[in-house]
C-alpha cells in the first residue's frame, strides 16, 4: 500500500481543510469498521456500550450517572441499566459524591479495569493476523497516528474538565 501525502497542503503551504476534514471522516468510518469486525471475531456477546462506560471510567475517573451517560451517547434510562449490570458483574461500584450526600458517583473497580484490558487485548488478538503483514514503516506510521490522536483526544478531556470547572 501506498500512502499520498502531497495532496494534503493547500496552495499556501498550510494544511488543506478540506483534505483534512475527509481524511478524519475516513479514519472514524475505518476505525468503527475495524471495531466491529474485531468484535465479531473474538465472538464476545457483551454490549459495546459496556465497554464504552467502562473505558470512560476508566479515562476519565469516577462520575455521577448524568455524566457518565452524556459521555457514553446514552440516555440516562439506559445507563441506569447499564450501570445495574456492572454493578452486578463487580465492574463498577458506586461512591458516595463528596459534592452532593444525596448523590451517588459511578467508578471502575479493579475487576472492571481486569475486563476492559482482557477486551482490548482479544480485539487486538483478533486483529494481529491481519494486519501481520505490515511493512515497518507502515507500522511506524500506524504508531503516529495513534500518538497524533491520542493527544488531541487527552487536549479534548482537559479542556472539557477545564470549563466544567474540574
Known amino acids: 500500500m501506498v500512502c499520498v501525502t502531497e495532496t494534503l497542503t493547500s496552495p499556501t503551504g498550510g494544511i488543506d ?3 483534512l476534514r475527509e481524511t478524519l471522516g475516513d479514519l472514524v468510518v475505518a476505525s468503527h469498521r475495524l471495531i466491529r469486525l474485531a468484535a465479531r471475531v473474538t465472538g464476545n456477546t457483551e ?4 465497554w464504552r462506560t467502562l473505558s470512560v471510567l476508566l479515562s476519565a475517573g469516577p462520575m455521577r450517572l448524568g455524566e457518565l ?3 457514553s451517547r446514552v440516555s440516562q434510562p439506559t445507563m441506569t441499566k447499564i ?3 456492572l454493578v452486578e458483574s463487580e ?5 458516595a459524591d463528596t459534592d452532593d450526600a444525596r448523590a451517588w458517583q459511578i467508578a471502575i473497580t479493579d475487576a472492571g479495569t481486569a475486563a ?3 477486551w482490548r487485548d482479544a480485539l487486538s ?3 494481529v493476523p491481519m494486519f501481520a503483514d505490515l511493512s515497518v514503516d507502515e507500522l511506524a506510521a500506524m504508531r503516529c497516528t ?6 488531541r483526544a487527552e487536549l479534548s478531556v482537559a479542556a472539557s474538565a477545564a470549563v466544567a470547572g474540574r
Open 17 to 19: 481543510t478540506a483534505q
Open 47 to 50: 454490549s459495546p456500550a459496556t
Open 69 to 71: 451517560a452524556a459521555q
Open 83 to 85: 450501570v445495574r449490570n
Open 91 to 95: 465492574w463498577v461500584k458506586r461512591i
Open 116 to 118: 476492559l484490558q482482557a
Open 125 to 127: 488478538d483478533a486483529l
Open 146 to 151: 495513534v500518538e497524533v490522536i491520542a493527544s
